[in-house]
């Protein structure tokens, strides 16, 4: 029998009135798992109409019992988080240890919010004019939507919901259905934790469901993360319907080698960052430049590394597992094949795996090539998969000039002993994270994650100040109590005094 894997709202699960469905499969196998409930435009707004319901009372509901709920949810989160990483690895295919920290850095969000309190505390000022007193506030926008990737089905929600509701938002997620189970185990957590219904709901589906979210009247913000094509729609057409939206994009990250850096630590840097989680992450490290004469050295070193690298199902002793699809598997492949043919060298390749894990498995395993030109597929276009591309250039401007002249500016690092060009690194690349020496270099939680160009449509970053920032906006409330006469009739425009 199918398990049927459906939306939620009012704190109950609801299998949708559409009928349709999509496969979702376990990629370590090749076997189908469940199907999940694909929404049709009425069950999209079933769902977002208990977002709205619940709004009202949830604003109104005290601070201090907010916060007791979200801290709560952590509570129970840091108890049961193994059952969460479980479910991730069987529908994305990531190692279980990676996607437990996965869980963990959105845990590390929900501990930001459970002290939120201190962000929403607003201004005041005495006697702005005679007897008049002047505050400002920051209020929850309403009802929000948050439209997330296959690639972290519980991190990048966590990047957003734990704040929205915190401050006093409802919320609708709308999960990849690649791999949505991670939602409704989030939502049965919430419920247990207390969370009144309505406050956080699960919309399963596609297109449908997530242009129901942009243009619902009730939906007021929307938080997307996923590729630029989507990004770029999701921005244009929520913010055209009078939305607040934040869209996070694909990436290119590059990672700059200088002829000064430690080659141990970068290699073991460019494996970690290339090849985790079968680089199906946004911060993963894909172009590697080489500058100077240190190439050679450093391909042989990421090499040997790569080599001893364990591909199999991700609940086994595994450093790598499959892909999330066969057809995501199959296009990554097809990089591999134009690089090959474009007259780059494959120096490892993943065509040839042996993984420990089911035949019908979704396998590629990790992949170096080298001598990559920037006309070459294999370098313009972001490939998330496991392919590392070596790219040889004489000086650092050079290497600048290569990102900055990319479209994309998510990520990007630097390995090098000298503080200066460190220094100037920092100061001069176009990317929103940095790294020096540090080749993921994702914010902390009470910092902002977010990149520049076309990894980020909207002026807010996610978590932190601005996360909070973008789930709230300002009032200012003007008073005066005593002597409440101000000179009878006057038409002219308030003077202060
Ligand atoms: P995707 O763009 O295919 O899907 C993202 C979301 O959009 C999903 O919920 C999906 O159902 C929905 N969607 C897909 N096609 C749509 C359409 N035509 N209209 C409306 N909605 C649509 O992305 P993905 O393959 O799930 O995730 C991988 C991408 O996400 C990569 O490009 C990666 O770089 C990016 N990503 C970026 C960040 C970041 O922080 N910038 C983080 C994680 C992932």
């Known amino acids: 029998m199918t398990t049927t894997i459906p939306h939620w709202f009012d704190n109950k699960p609801f299998s949708g009135t559409s009928g349709n469905t999509a496969p979702v499969t376990n990629p370590a196998s090749g076997a189908v798992k469940g199907e999940v409930a694909l929404a049709s435009v009425e069950d999209a707004r079933a769902v977002i109409d208990a977002a709205a319901a619940a709004f009202p009372a949830w604003r109104d509901t005290s601070l201090a019992k907010r916060t007791q709920i979200i801290f709560k949810f952590r ?3 840091n108890e049961r988080k193994g059952e969460l990483a479980e479910i991730i690895t069987s529908e994305h295919g990531k190692v279980v240890s990676d996607a437990l920290g996965e869980v963990s850095r959105g845990q590390e969000v929900v501990e930001f919010a459970c002290g939120i309190a201190h962000l929403l505390k607003g201004g005041m000022t005495e006697n702005a004019s005679t007897n008049v007193d002047v505050s400002s506030l920051r209020q929850p926008v309403g009802p929000v939507g948050i439209i997330s990737p296959f690639n972290f089905p519980a991190m990048v929600p966590m990047w957003f919901f734990p704040i929205a509701i915190a401050a006093g938002n409802t919320v609708v997620l709308k999960p990849s259905e690649k791999d949505p189970t ?8 919430w419920a247990e934790a207390g969370l009144p219904a309505g406050v956080f709901n699960v919309l399963q589906g596609d297109k449908t469901s997530v242009d129901e979210l942009l243009t619902n009247p009730a939906v007021k913000a929307i938080s997307f993360v996923g590729s630029t094509p989507i990004a770029q729609y999701v921005y244009a057409t929520g913010t055209a319907h009078g939305k607040r939206v934040q869209a996070l994009g694909g990436a290119k990250n590059h990672a ?3 002829p000064d850096a430690d080659l141990d630590l970068a290699a073991d840097a460019m494996v970690n960052a290339g090849f985790g989680s079968a680089g199906e992450r946004c911060m993963a490290i894909s172009a590697l430049v080489a500058v100077g004469d240190i190439a050679d050295e450093l391909v042989a070193k990421i090499k040997d590394r790569t080599d001893t690298l364990k591909i199999g199902d991700g609940t086994r002793d595994s450093d790598m597992g499959p892909l999330v699809t066969k057809v995501h598997r199959d296009k990554v492949a097809s990089y ?8 780059a060298t494959i120096v490892v390749d993943g065509r040839q795996v042996q993984a420990d894990g089911g035949a019908d498995g979704f396998w590629l395993g990790p992949t170096l090539i080298d001598h990559v030109t920037t006309d070459m597929s ?9 392919v590392l591309s070596v790219i040889r250039v004489e000086s650092y401007d050079e290497a600048l000039e290569l990102i900055n002249s990319g479209p994309f500016g998510n990520g990007t690092a630097i390995f090098t002993n000298d503080g200066g060009a460190a220094r100037r690194f920092q100061n001069e690349v176009e990317v929103g994270m940095v790294g020096i020496n540090v080749p993921i270099p994702v914010p902390m939680a009470y910092y902002s994650f977010g990149g520049w160009k076309n990894s980020l449509f909207g002026d807010t970053h996610a978590h932190g100040a601005e996360g909070v920032h973008f789930f709230t906006r300002g009032k200012v409330v003007t008073t005066r109590w005593l002597d409440p006469s101000h000179g009878g009739l006057n038409l002219g425009f308030p003077q202060n005094n």
């Open 75 to 77: 509570e129970l989160l």
């Open 182 to 189: 991670a939602a409704i185990w989030m939502a049965e957590l």
């Open 256 to 258: 700059i080698v200088l």
């Open 336 to 343: 591999i094949d134009a690089g090959e043919n474009d007259g």
């Open 378 to 386: 294999v370098y313009t276009d972001e490939i998330f998969g496991p």
